[in-house]
């Protein structure tokens, strides 16, 4: 199965405007989290929801989750230009070691 | 801020060459990862090692795989008999408690030839 797939792939937007992605996910989670990667570098971790929370925030960026409907959406307010990038959603699994299962990624691009 | 660091940034082997990826996780850290990004595809996850010893791997963890933390900061990928798909950037990454956030480092590109 596919776990953590996003939507959409790719995302053009104006800076100042809101970015949303979406993340859908098939299996129970004990959490999912959302990481950032600039081009040619490794990823960095932006935030954290438990199964048992709905949505949480940390600066600009807010997430929600649904797992009732096994999804995801990661909002970023006022965008900038130093915001492009590519936004992956990753889903951790009780009794698996921690291990990551990441979606493919949706590419941001935020126009100055 | 800390950083899980590798080493090195580029890596081009022969096809049948051994290879070997280092990391140097955040001193802390008890768990410790590698997962692989095919240019253009989804990064996967690999294996995890906690204790001195895996915690669980992939199917793509064949026996041409190896990890090992040979003293008590480094952190290493072995591939024993490199194939021509094992081309990829591959990210070392490390955390303080299983299923919480991971950090990476910024990855080995590797390229068999």
């Known amino acids: 199965s596919q776990q953590g797939e996003e939507d959409p792939q790719a995302l053009s937007i104006q800076e100042g405007e809101n970015a949303t992605m979406n993340c859908s996910y098939k299996?129970?989670?004990?959490?999912l989290q959302w990481y950032r990667q600039n081009s040619g570098r490794g990823l960095v971790h932006l935030i954290l929801?438990?199964?048992?929370?709905r949505e949480k925030h940390s600066g600009r960026l807010r997430v929600t989750l649904d797992t009732s409907k096994k999804s995801s959406s990661l909002l970023i307010t006022a965008s900038r230009a130093a915001d492009t990038a590519s936004y992956f959603c990753?889903?951790?699994?009780?009794?698996?070691?921690?291990?990551?299962?990441f979606g493919k990624g949706i590419t941001l691009s935020v126009r100055p | 801020e800390p950083e899980v660091t590798q080493t090195p940034s580029h890596q081009v082997t022969q096809m049948g060459q051994e290879v070997i990826l280092r990391c140097v996780p955040i001193?802390?850290?008890?768990?410790f990862y590698w997962y692989r990004q095919i240019l253009g595809q989804k990064v996967e996850f690999l294996v995890s090692?906690?204790?001195?010893?895996?915690?669980?791997k992939s199917e793509i963890f064949d026996d041409q795989f190896s990890v090992e933390r040979p003293d008590g900061s480094n952190f290493t990928l072995k591939i024993r008999s490199t194939k021509l798909e094992d081309s990829a950037m591959y990210f070392c990454?490390?955390?303080?408690?299983?299923?919480?956030?991971?950090?990476f480092g910024d990855g080995t590109r590797l390229s068999i030839l």
């Open positions: 990753a889903t951790a699994t009780s009794g698996a070691n921690s291990k990551l299962t």
């Open positions: 001193s802390n850290h008890l768990y």
């Open positions: 990454a490390s955390s303080e408690n299983p299923l919480g956030p991971q950090h």
């Open positions: 929801i438990r199964s048992n929370e």
């Open positions: 299996t129970s989670i004990n959490n």
């Open positions: 090692f906690y204790n001195n010893e895996i915690s669980e």
